[in-house]
C-alpha cells in the first residue's frame, strides 16, 4: 500500500528503499507515545522519503495518502460500526 500511495503522486522508490523507509516510519511511531504513533509514523516516513532524494511535497502527499487509508478509513469505519451497533442494541 505504501508503494501504491508512492506511485500514485508519480515518484519511483524501489522495494528495498521502501522498505527501509517503512522501518523509519514504524520507529517513529514506536518512540512516540501517542495511540498509533501518530505523529511519530508521519515524521519516521517523511523523513525516511526525504533521505531518499524525494521532494518534500511529494513526500507529504505520499505520507498522508497512506496513514489515511491505513489509520484514519480503518478508525472512521471503526466509528460507524460502533454507531450502528449501539443503534441496533448490539452493545
Known amino acids: 500500500?505504501?508503494?501504491s500511495s508512492i506511485e500514485s503522486v508519480g515518484g519511483a522508490?524501489?522495494?528495498?528503499?521502501?522498505?527501509?523507509?517503512?522501518?523509519?516510519?514504524?520507529?517513529?511511531?514506536?518512540?512516540?507515545?501517542?495511540?498509533?504513533?501518530?505523529?511519530g509514523a508521519e515524521a519516521g516516513l517523511l523523513a525516511g522519503l526525504v533521505a531518499y532524494n524525494v521532494s518534500s511535497g511529494d513526500?507529504?502527499?505520499?505520507?498522508?495518502l497512506y496513514r489515511l487509508l491505513t489509520y484514519w478509513l480503518a478508525l472512521a469505519l471503526g466509528f460507524?460500526?460502533?454507531?450502528?451497533?449501539?443503534?441496533?442494541?448490539?452493545?
Open 80 to 91: 460507524v460500526a460502533f454507531f450502528v451497533s449501539g443503534q441496533l442494541d448490539y452493545i
Open 13 to 39: 522508490v524501489p522495494i528495498p528503499d521502501v522498505i527501509i523507509i517503512l522501518t523509519f516510519g514504524i520507529a517513529g511511531g514506536t518512540l512516540i507515545p501517542t495511540p498509533g504513533g501518530l505523529g
Open 59 to 64: 513526500a507529504l502527499g505520499i505520507v498522508l
Open 1 to 3: 500500500l505504501f508503494r
